[in-house]
């Protein structure tokens, strides 16, 4: 069965602060794909990142890194210096060749950056 | 200005209403989906159509109903729905399989049934 969990409900950070989402996922499958997207108040889901299960090499983008680990199944998402502008609902989903075209979906982290 | 447009933003019916909501892509992809966002839970799949042609329905009642035309628009007929079919609906593309580069989505039709 595939899963992906995301235990944080809701992240309140001071600007200028480090936050780190979690993201837990379940698969029996070798070969999957983990990404994020971000939900801006305005809905649509942007795309952050892809990974593929294959390349655990930790990434960075500007004030965005991601951290996966295939030991503990974790792909985790960190903002350093968190601006206002970062306030949004964060998604974590895994897709797999055994299940084609659907992704699963964590629930969200809902974070809100204080001015 | 996404690439994937969704109208209308906002739609408020009754549960004898029939409406439509309609999604419209000008990425050139070849796949387009219909997503369910309700509070607290996961994004749930609704309908995959892949060159135009249905390839997953994930037991959806039967009170919504897809339509994909050609490859750059996507509509889902409503009729006679729920107030628990309250929700945002998100159309998403991708150009071959998803996992491959990821969904492109809209912004979503916010829905609430009365």
């Known amino acids: 069965a595939q899963k992906v969990t995301q235990a944080q409900t809701e992240i309140s950070v001071v600007e200028k602060e480090d936050v780190t989402l979690d993201c837990v996922y379940e698969?029996?499958?070798?070969?999957?794909?983990l990404f994020w997207y971000k939900q801006p108040p305005s809905g649509e889901l942007v795309f952050l990142i892809r990974?593929?299960?294959?390349?655990?090499q930790n990434e960075i983008s500007g004030r965005y890194s991601w951290n996966f680990q295939k030991s503990t199944s974790s792909f985790n998402f960190t903002i350093t210096a968190s601006q206002v502008v970062d306030s949004a609902v964060y998604f974590c989903?895994?897709?797999?060749?055994?299940?084609?075209?659907?992704?699963?979906f964590g629930t969200g982290t809902s974070l809100t950056v204080i001015p | 200005e996404t690439g994937v447009t969704q109208t209308p933003r906002h739609l408020v019916m009754g549960m004898t209403n029939k409406k439509s909501l309609k999604c419209e892509q000008h990425?050139?992809?070849?796949?387009m989906y219909w997503y369910k966002q309700s509070a607290k839970k996961p994004l749930e799949l609704m309908f995959v159509?892949?060159?135009?042609?249905?390839?997953e329905n994930n037991s959806v009642p039967s009170r919504f109903s897809p339509e994909c035309p050609n490859s750059s628009h996507l509509f889902l007929h409503l009729h006679t729905l729920q107030p628990e079919d309250s929700a945002l609906y998100l159309c998403?593309?991708?150009?071959?399989?998803?996992?491959?580069?990821?969904?492109?989505f809209g912004s979503g039709t916010r829905l609430t049934v009365v």
């Open positions: 998403a593309s991708s150009q071959g399989q998803a996992m491959n580069y990821g969904y492109t």
């Open positions: 698969t029996r499958d070798t070969t999957y794909y």
């Open positions: 990974r593929n299960s294959f390349d655990e």
């Open positions: 989903a895994l897709g797999t060749g055994n299940t084609g075209n659907q992704f699963y």
């Open positions: 990425l050139g992809h070849n796949a």
């Open positions: 159509y892949s060159l135009e042609e249905r390839v």
